[in-house]
């Protein structure tokens, strides 16, 4: 596919720039209205540029990504053999390299947490294709977290680019803080992750400080002030990335 072979030029930066600082990642006047499979088009061609011009990546090939119906089922690989198996939202299937996404779903998402959350959660996925070509093991909450610190890495790493700005951050951070659970980590511990990532706070994606943060043992005035406070960001000016990270500095390799 075209996309596989994507490589950032000029003009379609400028594009993507306007997109993202626009609509996607931002609230301010856009001169078009676009859809959500337009943003997760245009999410998707980012991402995957981002991973072929890495220079730890770029010798595999990227995920591919399959926006699927909200009533679709997938047979084999991921999905159940015989009855199919529904995905919700997204979903990553290592299996078959695919991340999987439901555009009515993904519109909620935006409804409730701005446009920017389709962002993250497509770069969420990305950070679980990571964890496949490094093959990383982790499970349960250290595994979701470690993808959400990811995600901040993707996004943090073309910041400049994208136009993200501070309320950007903040928007995601909230996404990250109110779709928390048992499974994925609590909303402090996923915020903590996705702003780590991004180069906000100091700790890593690597595995010993991911697996901290999912059992509680991480000891960071920073996390402490995100649970007491209940919000996406504690307050911290998550425009400042003080803790910039690389692919192999995230991850500790």
Known sequence: MNYLKLRISKAWLIALAFLFSGLLLGDRPAAKAYTVDEVVDMTAQYL????????????????QILPISSNAKVYGACGKLVTGEE???????????????????????SRVFGPSAIAYAIAHEFGHALQAVYRIKLSG????LQADCLAGFVIGSGSKQLGVTREDVINM??????IGDASHGTGA????????????????????????LANGT???????????????????????????????????I
């Not at 991480?218 to 003080?242: E, I, Q």
């Open 141 to 144: 909450p250290s595994r979701e």
């Open 173 to 178: 951070g909230r996404a990250a803080y109110a």
């Open 48 to 63: 995957i540029a981002i991973w072929r011009d890495n220079k730890t990546l770029k010798t595999i090939y990227p995920p």
């Open 87 to 109: 995905v919700a939202g997204s979903s990553y299937c290592s299996s078959s390299h695919t991340i999987y996404l439901v555009p009515e779903q993904l519109e909620t998402l």
């Open 218 to 252: 991480l000891r960071d005035p920073a996390l402490l002030k995100l649970s007491s406070t209940r919000s996406g960001n504690a307050g911290v000016d998550s425009s400042k990335t003080p803790y910039p990270k690389t692919l192999k500095t995230a991850l500790g």
């Open 189 to 212: 511990q996923r915020s903590y992750a996705l702003l780590s990532g991004m180069g906000v706070f100091k700790s890593t994606c690597k595995e010993s400080d991911i697996t901290a």
